[in-house]
């Protein structure tokens, strides 16, 4: 089974960065998909980005699209996400996920029940 770590969150004022990292292990598949989500208190999980091994391809959410970046060191089995110019409304406990599929945020977008393998969440507060 994948299990996945979520690390890097913490307090930041607007406009600065921060970034998140993702440890993973467990793959059986070199086709695998990487999700990032988040979650505001009372909110549902909303998926913010996602990357497709097999095509190289990432998808992020019109939210976050040109602020926040995805990148990976394969060698240490960690994904990053890059986020830059927080808003408050980015606060948010944020979520890796994980599915041994190729090509899934292509076929359904990033969307919570495609992934079943999840991290235990960083929490991310953005002050005004």
């Known amino acids: 089974d994948v299990q996945l770590q979520a690390f890097g969150g913490g307090l930041v004022q607007a406009g600065g960065s921060l970034r998140l990292a993702c440890t993973a292990s467990?793959?059986?598949?070199?086709?695998?998909?990487i999700g990032w989500f988040r979650q505001a208190p009372g909110k549902a999980r909303l998926g913010v980005a996602c990357?497709?091994?097999?095509?190289?391809?990432?998808y992020f959410d019109s939210s976050v699209r040109g602020r926040f970046s995805i990148s990976s060191d394969s060698t240490q089995n960690t994904a990053y996400l890059q986020m830059n110019n927080l808003k408050p409304e980015d606060t948010a406990v944020y979520y890796c996920a994980a599915r041994d599929q190729t090509n899934v945020c292509e076929v359904f977008g990033i969307q919570t029940g495609s992934f079943g393998s999840w991290g235990q969440g960083t929490q991310v507060t953005v002050s005004s």
């Open positions: 467990g793959f059986t598949s070199a086709d695998y998909t």
């Open positions: 990357f497709q091994r097999s095509d190289r391809t990432t």
